[in-house]
């Protein structure tokens, strides 16, 4: 009973804390991190140029939607108010107003009063409010009206304080502190009758709607004047309103009217059906004190905050659910009921029904899908499956883990994916019937079917299965079908259903199933439409959300054309659950979830119109302007501007100098360094779903660098030539160096060239002279042999002869015997053939030369020519040739015709020569 009762408390706390919980328009925000400036934002417009301007304190801030701006003004004073007129923004501060306009990408600002003494007799004066009427400018501050014709400046002085200055009817309606609201023509004042209520109050905003008059007090609450009567408006915010101090309102399209307090925020007051939403610091706001209230041309608020600035998309057809207490949790599901909305969390399932929020008892834990049925919502969860139906909450069943819930392409069967395996509910109208799907007892994420007795089941964490089974649930076969195709990269596999064909999403490549190979094959559609693909979850046959490098994507399939819808970043940035994106469709809206709630859009089939931007780039905080000239090494911000706040801004993209590649614009900004110099180009395009297509473009040049440039040039040409100069002289100097060291080696050289040749003549006179003596030596050497041979052989025979003489009487016989020693005493054929071949050595070289000169010689010419140059005699010769004396004086005679000698010339002396 204890238990029982802490749990009780437990969810009551819970219900309580989340009482405040609801849908809201999306909200932006931005603080002095943002804009670089002040506090307080005392007023906010739109100028004709699709810009916000703000009053913050000692700066008008800019806003483009791309960056912002601040300025200050000359004094330094702080900017109470502003207002936009055509292409000037006019701003009013203390005892100082004027106007800016924009110049070269900057805000100029000119002083109206300044110099026109308007402030003479004023002690503390600020302009705190600013306005158009009757064509004519006024300045209002507490005490006085400044009335600006464009060229002279009247003042009007009340003798009460007053608040504001209003336009109703084209009256002007003067709100004093005191003694009530009064009218003003011309110069003159009148007080309203019957308005006596309104006396002591400090009157902040009066409104007409509607043939109805809303004055809006400080701390009283709203009054409504309808035919004259005034009285106080009857709506249950009214009394809320005297406890928040108003600070501002506004009636808006859609018959909304906007409240700003000091101390509760913002509300939103419906008047169809007197409903209204208070968005605060509780839920989205910075803090509670609004300030000014302005309205863009897309019917979006911008608040101006006590810190900071927000921007409300009201008129949106986006609105989020937001949970900064953390007590939701991460959302993984939603789906909407009859009286509101059914939320699975990691923390539990939720529901939130007449503006009351609350934990379902009992459900702690993570829930994973809620998938209706008819009327009935089955909730996945960690403990089982849940069912909501009629208002009541049960526990259908025991199967854990509910990632998916669909239903059966072949019959009215539902499939559900869990922590088990796969589950079949045959009946919808009773769901307590079920079967498993038996041998696949494994987590699985994702089901399908398109084929009687065929499932598709992909593994939470990897492969992907093919069950067939019988007409009794039994199970026929299971095959992991990415192992039997060979994928091995098979983790996280995603199935999709589209036209009732199955694709699968393996490792960022789409594949179906081939029935007659039994393998996967790569889908073409889909692969060359949908890549880098990290999520997909369908909606209906023709639309599905796809996840694409961290951004959201509305797909609209048009036959086999894919329209793309960017989903913008902003409205989901940081809170996507990666591989648990579920979308719920209610009617004409869809629900997103989120880690910190859900969000509830309108998706568009319809391809986009090209916008129109303005394209602003600054270098170095300068504008530059297109096909202008920027500094070398320097960054180019290149701003895109479409002047779209809200959820109609554009996606864009860009290409530099006709690259392949579309880039996304982020965040409106272009940022470019490290550009080559040269002419550049940047092509912006919109993409409306199905084409890029280009809408601007923008020209400029990157200056060379300044060691390009012309002075540097004719430095570097002069310092090139003082170098060629130099190096000129230099070398010069060192070539006439050279020249005379050369002339030096020359001569050096000379006398060594004469010493060595001087040196080498005579060594070869010397070996000349050895060699003539050699040869000399080798031809005395042969006459010595030849003598010497002849000698022997004379004197052998002599000596035969004589003992001849002495032995011999028989006179025929001595001579018989004389002849004998004679014929064998004279020199064998063999003995001369070897004297002749020893003589041919030893004057081989004069041979050789003997006979290259004189070839037609024969050769007892050659052996004469040896014998002679031997300076034998021609008797001695006579027996060598065996030839008579006048046989070899005859020879001779022969041999000087053909060696064409004189008659005065010696023989011997000239083969001496040769």
Known sequence: MKTLFIKLLFFGLISFQLYSQELLPFVENYNKSNYQGDNQIWNVDQGNDKAMYFANNHYLLRYDGVKWEKYTL??????????????????????????????????????????????????????????????????????????????????????????????????????????????????????????????????????????????????????????????????????????????????????????????????????????????????????????????????NLWLGLDNGIAHIEVNSPISIFYDNSGTLGSVYSVATTDKGYLIASNHGIFKYEDKRFSMVPMTQGQAWNISKINNKYLIGHNEGTFLYENGLFSKLNSISGGWNLIKSNINNSYLQASYSGVWIYKNPNDLSQKDIIKGLLKPIKYVAQNRKNEIWAADNYRGLYRILYNDTYETIKIENVTQKSKITDDFGVKIFEFRNEILFLIHNSWYTYNSIT?????????????????????????????????????????????????????????????????????????????????????????????????????????????????????????????????????????????????????????????????????????????????????????????????????????????????????????????????????????????????????????????????????????????????????????????????????????????KKVIKSNAINKHEWQTFESNLNQIHDEFIINLTKKYPNLTSKDVKLCVYLKMNLSSKEIAPMMNITFRGVELQRYRLRKKLNLIQDENLSKFLLSI
Not at 169 to 181: C, H
Not at 228 to 235: A, D, F, I, R, Y
Not at 679 to 700: M, P
């Open 74 to 299: 000359p004094n330094k004073t702080i900017i109470r108010s502003i207002m936009v007129d055509g292409k000037k923004i006019y701003s009013g501060s203390y005892k100082e107003f004027g106007y800016w306009f924009r110049k070269d990408g900057k805000m100029i600002y000119v002083s109206i009063s300044n110099g026109k003494k308007v402030f003479e007799d004023s002690e503390n004066e600020e302009i705190w409010k600013i306005f158009k009427f009757n064509n004519k400018i006024y300045f209002q501050s507490f005490n006085e009206i400044f009335l600006y014709d464009g060229k002279k400046i009247k003042k009007t002085k009340f003798p009460f304080l007053i608040s504001y200055c209003f336009q109703i009817d084209n009256q002007l309606l003067i709100a004093s502190v005191d003694s009530g609201v009064f009218k003003m023509n011309n110069s003159k004042i009148s007080k309203i009758k019957g308005w006596d209520i309104l006396e002591n109050n400090v009157i902040h905003a009066i409104e007409k709607y509607q043939n109805k008059t809303y004055i809006f007090t400080k701390r009283n609450g709203v009054y409504i004047s309808e035919n004259g009567v005034l009285s106080p408006w009857k709506s249950p915010l009214n009394e809320t309103l005297k406890t928040a101090i108003v600070n501002a309102a506004k009636f808006i399209k859609n018959n909304k009217l906007i409240i700003g307090t000091a101390s509760k925020g913002l509300y939103v007051f419906n008047l169809n059906d007197n409903s209204y939403i208070n968005i605060n610091r509780n839920n989205v706001l910075m803090n509670n004190s609004i300030l000014s209230i302005g309205q863009d041309k897309e019917n």
């Open 518 to 818: 039994n393998q996967l094959i790569e889908n073409e559609l889909f692969n060359s439409n949908f890549k880098n693909i990290s999520d997909i979850v369908a909606i209906d046959e023709n639309n599905f959300v796809v996840l694409q490098e961290g951004l959201l994507y509305h797909i609209y399939a048009n036959e086999n054309k894919f329209v793309w819808n960017n989903i913008q970043e902003k409205y989901y940035r940081g809170k996507i659950i990666n591989d648990n994106i579920k979308i719920f469709k209610s009617n004409n809206n869809y629900l997103l979830n989120l880690d910190d709630g859900f969000i509830s859009l309108q998706l568009k089939n319809k391809i986009s119109h090209c916008p129109s931007i303005k394209v602003e780039a600054f270098n170095d905080e300068n504008l530059v302007e297109n096909k202008s000239k920027i500094k070398y090494n320097s960054e180019l911000k290149i701003g895109i501007i479409s002047g779209i706040y809200g959820i109609t801004k554009p996606r864009l993209f860009y290409k530099i100098n006709e690259s392949s590649d579309f880039i996304p614009v982020k965040e409106g900004m272009i940022v470019l360094n490290n550009l080559s110099s040269g002419s550049q180009n940047i092509v912006v395009y919109y993409f409306d779903g199905l084409n890029y297509n280009k809408i601007s473009s923008f020209d400029f040049i990157v200056a060379k660098p300044w060691y390009f440039s012309f002075w540097m040039i004719v430095l570097y040409i002069a310092v090139l030539g003082t170098i060629l100069y130099l190096y000129y002289k230099w070398n010069k100097m060192r070539y006439i160096q050279k020249l005379e060291l050369q002339e030096e080696e020359l001569k050096h050289q000379k006398k060594i060239l004469e010493m060595e040749l001087k040196a080498e003549n005579e060594l070869n006179i010397q070996e000349y002279e050895k060699h003539i003596l050699e040869l000399k030596l080798q031809t005395k050497s042969s006459e010595v042999t030849g003598k010497s041979l002849s000698i022997a052989k004379q004197s052998e025979m002599i000596e035969n002869i004589q003992g001849i003489l002495d032995t011999e009487v028989d006179f025929n016989k001595l001579k018989s015997e004389i």
